[in-house]
């Protein structure tokens, strides 16, 4: 079975700083893995996806993730973060094990990322 | 285009009521999953509709839980005799045809259910 760790429930980063959201994984076989942002009372948006590509994955708003299979790990950077960036960051493993092939995401307890000016 | 449509946006009812969710998916999505959000338990996998195959209904927390897809397209999630643990967000997705579990899902906004 899958799981997401991602470690800090709350990330606090000044505006133009590094954002750096960490997320490890656990998947019996090469996992896709997912990052979804949430803003207050929205569903969840895709921001970028890891399906065994590049393992530097490029999504919106310059968000970026690398994909290290030595370290279980599929973190999430922005160089410069925007005072719209706050918001709550999820990362997601989608179940494909086993013949089941189907998508079914399991999904970290999430980051809430605040930035101040 | 036209994304999830989620409704209500927002229900109250007392418990011990029953409830209906509704999701209509994105034109052409054949996946379908519902997801419950909650404080104490995050996000968490309900129900998986591909198609015309059986419905996974592995994460369905109790009997008191169904849904149902019709015609392939819209969806109803229903609760009967709510209880107070079952306040939560519930998020419906659609995704086109997953044979690898691949393709990203897309979210409505959800239903923000309160039982009293």
């Known amino acids: 079975a899958q799981s997401v760790t991602q470690l800090g429930s709350h990330v606090s980063v000044s505006e133009g700083a590094l954002v750096l959201l960490r997320c490890n994984y656990s998947?019996?076989?090469?996992?896709?893995l997912f990052w979804y942002v949430q803003y207050p009372n929205q569903g969840l948006q895709l921001l970028l996806k890891y399906t065994s590509a590049a393992t530097l994955v490029k999504g919106i708003n310059g968000f970026e993730a690398e994909f290290k299979k030595s370290e279980t790990s599929f973190h999430l950077t922005k160089p410069s973060a925007h005072m719209s960036d706050a918001a709550e960051y999820f990362c997601a493993v989608s179940d494909h094990a086993g013949g089941t092939s189907y998508g079914k995401l399991t999904f970290g307890q999430g980051t809430i990322l605040t930035v101040h000016p | 285009g036209a994304g999830v449509s989620q409704s209500p946006s927002n229900k109250v009812t007392e418990k011990g009521k029953d409830v209906e969710l509704r999701c209509d998916p994105i034109s052409g999505h054949t996946a379908l999953y519902w997801y419950r959000q909650s404080l104490g338990q995050g996000l968490e996998f309900l129900i998986y509709f591909q198609g015309n195959s059986a419905p996974d209904k592995s994460g369905l927390p109790s009997d008191r839980f169904s849904a149902e897809r019709t015609g392939g397209s819209v969806s109803t999630l229903t609760i009967q005799r709510t209880q107070q643990e079952d306040s939560a967000v519930y998020l419906c997705?659609?995704?086109?045809?997953?044979?690898?579990?691949?393709?990203?899902?897309?979210f409505g906004d959800g239903t923000r259910l309160s039982i009293l």
């Open positions: 998947s019996s076989v090469p996992p896709y």
């Open positions: 997705a659609s995704s086109l045809v997953s044979d690898r579990g691949n393709q990203p899902q897309h």
